[in-house]
């Protein structure tokens, strides 16, 4: 019984920290839950300037972004663990409803990753910025804008530099493939694909 219950603990951390993995802006309770101090601590740091943040305008509502709760913790010796999950987040930006459905259904049943979906450019630029992936699997041609102009979008953002890109295509020429190289793709790979292969050179490209 206590080895059941110890696993469901386990569990429900680790399913905590990827949901803070994800997160870019965080209350005063929810980074006091993450520092595992008390509201009122992390609130004296706040007001006294030690945690950097800002108030929601028209409100006393004190918000702490990532970057300052994470040199927060660094600098009072605070382990970092519950803002940095294993996971890789993957991104997957297609308008086709079976391969978004296959993407979700076969990453969603690996430990390694964790991953949402994105059908138009105009999605995938919000998602980006809100998800954070370390990988975006990318269709060429979307319903509103062609992939190199998502790939310019994502190179053209500092905090998304180590964000891996692989085009997925049926319909490109080789002078499509380098110019979406040249706008920051990673890597293309042409439909119909290997989703076993795909996993393999994901897997390679993120390390896991």
């Known amino acids: 019984m206590r080895t059941i219950v110890g696993l469901n603990m386990a569990k429900a951390k680790a399913n905590a920290a990827d949901g803070?993995?994800?997160?870019?802006v965080f209350t005063t309770g929810?980074?006091?839950?993450?520092?595992?101090v008390s509201q009122q601590t992390i609130i004296r740091c706040f007001d006294s300037g030690r945690l950097t943040g800002f108030r929601v305008p028209g409100?006393?509502?004190?918000r702490i972004p990532r970057k300052d709760l994470l040199q927060f913790m660094k600098s009072n010796d605070i382990p970092t663990d519950a803002l940095e999950s294993t996971k890789r987040r993957v991104l997957v930006v297609d308008d086709d409803e079976q391969i978004i459905?296959?993407?979700l259904d076969v990453l969603s049943r690996d430990?390694?990753?964790e991953v949402k979906s994105a059908r138009t450019g105009y999605d995938a630029g919000m998602m980006t910025e809100q998800f954070r992936p370390h990988l975006v699997l990318l269709d060429y041609m979307l319903p509103d804008i062609n992939g190199n102009l998502v790939c310019d979008r994502i190179r053209s953002n500092p905090e998304l530099a180590g964000t891996k890109i692989i085009v997925i295509s049926g319909v490109v020429n080789q002078d499509e493939i380098d110019t979406l190289l040249r706008s920051g793709a990673d890597d293309f790979v042409k439909k119909p694909f290997n989703i076993e292969k795909l996993i393999e050179r994901m897997s390679e490209m993120l390390g896991v």
């Open 111 to 113: 430990d390694r990753f």
């Open 30 to 36: 929810e980074a006091a839950e993450i520092c595992k």
């Open 101 to 103: 459905e296959l993407f």
């Open 59 to 62: 409100s006393r509502f004190r």
């Open 20 to 24: 803070w993995a994800g997160k870019q």
